[in-house]
């Protein structure tokens, strides 16, 4: 039973491997015992079975021989008593002392007979006060002294026992004859056959021995159940197969960096490693409700998800990934898995990157107006060749001077807004590189001067996500427009812990017929294979809880507004509590 409680506690990680590993479980099934290739061991459960099999037998064995031994102490003394109870009652009888004082001999032996006859006992024997029998089953013996001492019945005291006489062993019990003045004048023996107590113990012990034959089929019948729902229990797996998934689960649970919680089909906590109780901050022990700790909102509406779909949430200074899947068996619902990865470095290392790749595109942008304007210059300045006619020269270098004194007081491509207002560097270099390829496209992109972004973000990818498609969209409407100057505008104003991203644009509007399905899987204006970027934006803001909305269609001078709101994207202040 130590086995069973042990695999049962196992049940759940056998369950889980089962459902993800079924061929690594039918290959651990065919083990074969060590140091003897070529066989097969004898599996546990079969094992167990013929060990339970065997402790029935022998405790079934003992029980039946003590059984029987107890029943034929049992019996020598039921029919010693029932010797002696007969000897008594034979021994009241009116008369029958005065009958062994007259030695009226064949009035007693008639008593006799008639008492055998009616009890059924092998002899009836009455002696006088010498041991003479006066009275015996077979009457060659009346007249001799009886074949056991009297001397104890004679002296007053009655006598029960097993001995072996003239008509062979016997449980015997003797009575002192009495007068009615209280003297001892004879003895009264009576004895029943052995025979019959060794055919009433055979009977005691075939009903005996089918009772416990029963019992033991009913004890094997248990058994063998008890091994198959073992085995089910474990899927076949032997001791070294469950020691080796532990130390498996002990090695790949607390060794990975990931944070890892196994639930029950009822939420209740089964596993949780200690990258888990790190990354959550939460107290967890097994047997607790995941859900009825104190979870912060984000993380309680990522656990409510058990589709196994990646979502981002926000506990203290920490960026998490979070994905909750449940796990099946055979269509058996088993509980579920929570795995949780600190993405808070590679968001780190990723707004690094981002910044780097659009300060490239910001410089390439540059570099590429920066040769238009060499190449200005330069056919300015072979304007005034010597070949030319005199004035020339002089009129190509006045129009070359005029043209670097422009360029100098032009201004530069932005790179980057370092500015406090916006906090989170991956929108500051994302603005950065959009603004010069904006101005390739002849269209001043602009960060409204109102805009408060004062914390990093939570959801870097989701938020440029957002905000990029937004902006490229409004791009593409103001550079295709007739209206000049092509302005896109972005407003950014963090709002707690939300933040609400407003792209306007000077483009030809949206038409009041595509209003409704603008957000829609492929609704473009720019023909097929096109129509994606609002509606990622649509699906990214609504995982994260937001909307975005259509705030002015735009048209006839006025400019279109898309507006979106992103909950929970910010990171908490410093020193925060969530």
């Known amino acids: 039973m130590t086995f069973a409680r042990f695999a049962q506690s196992l049940s759940y ?23 003897r290739p070529g066989r097969r061991a004898l599996p546990f459960t079969r094992q167990m079975l013929l060990l339970q099999v065997g ?13 029987a031994w107890q029943l034929d102490r049992s019996l020598e003394q039921r029919f010693q008593q029932r010797a002696l109870d007969v000897a ?13 004082v007259a030695r009226d001999q064949p009035a007693v032996q008639r008593r006799a007979l008639a008492v055998q006859r009616a009890t059924g006992a092998l002899f009836v ?41 003239t008509l062979g062993l016997s449980a015997r019990g003797k009575v002192p004859l009495r007068q009615a003045d209280g003297t001892i004048v004879g003895e009264v023996s009576v004895g029943f056959d052995a025979s019959d107590i060794s055919a009433a113990l055979v009977g005691l012990l075939r009903t005996t021995g089918l009772f416990l034959g029963g019992a033991l089929l009913l004890g094997v019948g248990a058994t063998w159940l008890l091994t198959r729902l073992l085995k089910r229990r474990t899927f076949g797996l032997e001791p070294s197969d469950l020691a080796e998934l532990v130390r498996e689960r002990e090695a790949v649970l607390f060794g990975v960096s990931d944070g890892v919680i196994a639930l029950d089909d009822a939420g209740v906590v089964t596993m949780a490693n200690s990258e888990a109780l790190r990354l ?29 779909v990646t979502s981002v949430a926000v506990v203290g200074e920490r960026v998490l990934v979070v994905t909750h899947r ?14 949780v990865f600190d993405r808070t470095e590679v968001e780190n290392l990723t707004h690094e990157l981002d910044a780097v790749r659009l300060m490239t595109q910001a410089l390439r942008a540059q570099r590429h107006e920066f040769a238009n304007r060499l190449h200005t210059v330069h056919g ?21 001077a005029e043209y670097v004194d422009a360029l100098l007081g032009a201004p530069d491509v932005l790179v980057a807004d370092d500015s406090d207002a916006i906090a989170p560097a991956t929108i ?19 960060l409204a001067d109102d805009s408060w972004v004062p914390r990093k973000l939570a959801a870097p990818v989701e938020v440029i996500t957002v905000l990029g498609n937004l902006v490229n969209n409004a791009l593409e409407a103001a550079h295709e427009a007739v209206v000049r100057p092509a302005r896109v505008e972005v407003d950014l104003l963090a709002d707690g812990d939300g933040l609400v991203i407003s792209v306007a644009n000077t483009g030809n509007g949206i038409p009041p017929n595509r209003l409704a399905g603008i957000f829609s899987d492929g609704v473009s204006s720019h023909g097929p294979e096109r129509g994606l970027g609002l509606s990622i934006v649509r699906s990214t803001a609504e995982s994260l809880g937001g909307t975005v909305e259509i705030t002015h269609p735009g048209g006839d001078g006025a400019l279109t507004v898309f507006v979106a709101r992103l909950p929970q994207v910010l990171r908490p202040p410093v020193g925060a509590t969530t």
């Not at 402790?55 to 059984?67: C, M, N, P, R, T």
């Not at 449940?326 to 795995?339: K, M």
């Not at 304007?383 to 129009?399: F, L, S």
């Not at 603005?431 to 992109?445: M, S, T, W």
């Open 13 to 35: 990680s056998a369950d889980v491997v089962a459902a993800q590993h079924p061929s690594q479980l039918t290959a651990r099934t065919t083990t074969r015992a060590p140091g």
């Open 55 to 67: 402790v029935l037998l022998a405790v079934v064995g003992l029980g039946f021989a003590l059984e």
């Open 88 to 100: 008594r009652t034979l021994s009241t009888q009116p008369g029958l002392a005065d009958a062994v």
């Open 125 to 165: 024997v009455i002696t006088d006060d010498a041991g003479i029998r006066l009275a015996h089953p077979n009457p060659d013996e009346i007249g001799k002294v009886v074949s056991t001492s009297p001397d104890e019945v004679l002296a007053g005291r009655e006598v029960s026992n097993i001995e072996r006489g």
């Open 280 to 308: 959550l901050g939460l107290p967890l022990e097994r047997g607790d409700r995941l859900l009825e700790a104190d979870l912060p909102v984000p993380l309680r509406r990522a656990l409510d998800d058990r589709t196994g």
């Open 326 to 339: 449940a796990v099946q068996h055979a269509a058996r619902p088993l509980g579920s898995v929570i795995t």
């Open 380 to 400: 300015l300045l072979h304007c005034g060749g010597p070949d030319r006619a005199p004035g020339a020269a002089a009129e190509a270098a006045a129009d070359a």
């Open 428 to 446: 500051r270099a994302y603005l950065a590189g959009k603004i010069a390829e904006a101005a390739e496209l002849g269209v001043e992109l602009v």
